[in-house]
């Protein structure tokens, strides 16, 4: 056997490894969450808000953790969005090509896509004291749109990157303006990928604890407005895992399981939204 043939098999050998070992962690994790948190499992905890020492073992659920993190992330991906979708048409449809505006602002949110999430919180608790808001519903919101939106505005970015320059040419030709192009035309081509971004950005501010601990507060009650505090999947499961109560604790696998769902769910949401705006692609 040759080495060009040693090679090539030696690569191979290991990307299947590497594959294997990703397969097995993930199927670990979640057979651990499905074991330790089915049998917790309940009704209740899907309808009920936490009753009176629910935190030492007693009844009552967490809906009010899961609508909140509904409610909390929902409106932080349309703020992100909000922001990312201008600024990703300016950098690929008006920005001139070569620009060092767009070449800055692309590199800035690398680096922000890298800050811990944490760094995040600090910089909410701090703007929250700016702007004298309290622990709440709003000042956790802005804090995880600020977190996903370096992660919405890149991936967007690289997705419309790929709409063929011709494609646009083709539209200025016919007499259409930048904006018109941007929104039919770039808009329209790159929807799938769009769609895409903006529920992997979702998906990774509901399973964030750290920006939240200073920033949103946390209450047994569900929110019932943007200036009251509010409850996340990820801090309920971080205070119960706290907990000495193996019941508590094995709540705590179970609230893991419904975020592991919901956040599975959207996957598949994903895929479907893939499907369906994929026939308004040029090929």
Request: charged letters at 10%; aromatic letters at 12%; a positive charge.
């Amino acid at each position: 056997m040759d080495k060009r043939s040693l090679e090539e098999n030696f690569f191979k050998f290991l990307m299947i490894a590497s594959t294997a070992l990703i397969v097995a962690v993930l199927s670990m994790i979640l057979l651990t969450i499905i074991i330790k948190g089915l049998p917790h499992l309940s009704w209740a905890m899907f309808t009920q808000t936490p009753k009176t020492c629910y935190y030492l073992g007693k009844e009552g659920g967490i809906l009010n953790s899961i609508l909140g993190s509904l409610y909390l992330t929902g409106g932080a991906t349309i703020l992100a969005f909000l922001l990312s979708l201008p600024i990703t048409l300016y950098l690929n449809v008006y920005a001139k090509k070569g620009s060092k505006l767009a070449y800055f602002t692309r590199f800035t949110f690398d680096v922000l896509w890298g800050i811990p999430s944490i760094v995040y919180g600090a910089f909410g608790f701090t703007l929250m004291l700016v702007l004298g808001l309290k622990c709440s519903l709003l000042a956790g919101m802005l804090t995880v749109a600020f977190l996903i939106l370096p992660i919405m505005t890149r991936s967007m970015d690289e997705v419309i990157r790929m709409v063929p320059q011709p494609l646009m040419d083709a539209s200025y030709a016919l007499g259409a303006t930048r904006f018109e192009t941007a929104f039919k035309v770039v808009v329209r081509q790159s929807l799938p990928g769009i769609s895409t971004a903006v529920l992997i950005a979702f998906g990774r501010g509901i399973g964030d604890a750290a920006s939240l601990i200073f920033t949103a507060g946390f209450t047994d009650s569900l929110p019932t407005s943007l200036f009251s505090p509010v409850a996340t999947l990820p801090l309920t499961i971080f205070f119960q895992f706290s907990s000495p109560i193996p019941a508590v604790q094995g709540r705590a696998y179970a609230a893991a399981l419904i975020l592991t769902i919901i956040i599975l769910s959207i996957s598949i949401i994903s895929r479907l939204m893939t499907k369906k705006f994929t026939r308004h692609i040029v090929r």
